[in-house]
């Protein structure tokens, strides 16, 4: 549960980071890290416009470069991007300034003020600097569609467990999430809409 939920000691970790939104609005907030690739970011919109679903994308840089006009789709289509560096750096295996430069990066072709750490972990002084400049947006719960021990039924399993209200839910548009999100994702939305839940996007107050 650490994993697919955070627990308390790991949201303090990081205080000024967006773990959940209103948790008194019936409402959820699905993110799709990684992308965006030829292989999983089409089918992905199109499964978000089947349920009229927006939702928001974390890309990386160089994925933005090597694929604009998916860029561009995505952003057509009425969805909100963020920034997941351009490398998909993790935050402990580099200097500051050398993430920092990765994420302006980054951010020359996404042009966002939200931002997700790979990994979701941030060394204290690239948190400084991040949070100074953008607005850090986690999870609330990480459907796990990356990890080779887990089904699709398992991705599904874990949105209905762990999703409540002003929940953040991360899925990833990579190619080790794709054939689970190909049987997850319609499942998962169906329920969600089912269940009552608004799907949302981050906004300037958020």
């Known amino acids: 549960m650490i994993i697919e939920q955070p627990a308390r000691w790991l949201r303090w970790l990081y205080p000024h980071a967006l773990w959940r939104v209103n948790p008194n609005e019936h409402s959820v907030y699905l993110t799709f890290d990684d992308g965006p690739i030829p292989e999983a970011t089409p089918f992905i919109l199109d499964v978000l416009d089947q349920y009229d679903a927006k939702a928001t994308f974390f890309m990386v840089g160089d994925n933005v470069r090597k694929y604009p006009e ?6 057509r289509r009425g969805h909100l991007v963020g920034n997941h560096t351009y490398h998909h750096l993790g935050s402990f295996k580099h200097f500051t300034l050398t993430y920092a430069v990765d994420v302006t990066k980054a951010d020359a072709l996404i042009h966002s003020r939200f931002f997700r750490p790979p990994h979701g ?3 204290h002084s690239v948190y400084w ?3 100074q400049n953008y607005r ?3 999870w609330d719960v990480v459907t796990r ?3 080779k021990y887990l089904t699709g039924e398992d991705v599904l399993n874990n949105v209905k467990r762990y999703t ?3 929940s953040i839910i991360t899925f990833h548009d990579s ?7 190909r049987y ?3 499942k998962a939305l169906e329920w969600l809409k089912n269940e009552g839940y608004e799907f949302k996007v981050f906004t300037e107050k958020d």
């Open 70 to 75: 998916l860029f561009e789709e995505v952003k």
């Open 129 to 131: 600097w991040v949070k």
């Open 175 to 181: 190619l080790k999430s794709i054939d689970k999100l």
């Open 184 to 186: 997850a994702l319609p």
């Open 121 to 123: 972990w941030l060394r």
């Open 145 to 147: 569609d990356y990890s």
């Open 136 to 138: 850090v947006v986690m």
């Open 164 to 166: 409540r209200n002003g």
